[in-house]
């Protein structure tokens, strides 16, 4: 059984770009969590998708917006970024909403 | 405003010793607690709690939750340099969604 994946592993992009991170579930989860972890910090929940549908949001601004593929699988995307987006960005895959989320191994953005 | 707090924030033992970190939660719609190891990047799974008072075992990792008291506890006994990690705890809120709202986590670091 292959666990969650994420891609890419690592990325630098400079303030005021644009960039997409990808997540695929676990195979028979359908519901994807995505957080962010800044250094030194637990990680914080940005928003989760349940059968193709946003299906919560924590704090984060309309910036950060996300899709949920037929497949289970997800994005992540962050437009105009910010200095302060710089952080390690994880994804959690769940069998339904309210189950353990498994998590990734997240990919790691720097903001120049 | 949920809120998780971990105590101690960093601890310092030596191989063989038992600690007990702790995880006190503030949260509304309560569903479950979570126990994550982190070593690098991907927080694995150690446990699900949901009722109080019935104690979960992995080998020398055990976890009890106290619903009235608002806090859990994670054991480890005999302790080995593998167990160097950050401990991170984790409540799950249930609102159109679960989400989890985590704590600072606790840096434990084993000496030989």
């Known amino acids: 059984e292959t666990g969650v994946t994420q891609s890419p592993t690592h990325l630098i992009k400079t303030r005021g770009q644009q960039v997409t991170l990808r997540c695929s579930s676990q195979?028979?989860?359908?519901?994807v969590s995505w957080y962010q972890q800044a250094l030194g910090q637990g990680p914080q929940f940005i928003f989760q998708?349940?059968?193709?549908?946003?299906?919560g949001r924590g704090n984060f601004p309309p910036r950060f917006s996300g899709l949920q593929f037929p497949n289970y699988s997800s994005e992540l995307n962050v437009n105009a970024l910010e200095l302060d987006d710089s952080a390690l960005y994880l994804c959690?895959?769940?069998?339904?909403?309210?189950?353990?989320?498994?998590f990734g191994p997240g990919t790691r953005l720097l903001v120049l | 405003e949920d809120k998780v707090v971990q105590s101690p924030l960093s601890l310092v033992v030596h191989e063989g010793d038992t600690v007990t970190l702790n995880c006190s939660y503030e949260v509304t719609n309560f569903r479950s607690l979570l126990w994550y190891k982190q070593e690098k990047k991907a927080p694995t799974f150690l446990f699900m709690l949901?009722?109080?008072?019935i104690e979960k075992k992995s080998g020398r990792l055990s976890s009890i939750l106290d619903k009235k008291e608002l806090f859990s506890i994670l054991n480890i006994t005999a302790t080995q340099t593998g167990d160097s990690a950050i401990y991170l705890c984790?409540?799950?809120?249930?609102?159109?969604?679960?989400?989890?709202?985590f704590g600072q986590g606790t840096e434990l670091s084993v000496k030989p």
């Open positions: 959690a895959s769940s069998p339904d909403r309210a189950e353990t989320q498994y």
């Open positions: 195979s028979g989860h359908n519901t």
């Open positions: 998708y349940y059968r193709e549908e946003e299906n």
């Open positions: 984790a409540a799950m809120i249930y609102n159109q969604g679960g989400k989890l709202i």
């Open positions: 949901t009722s109080s008072g």
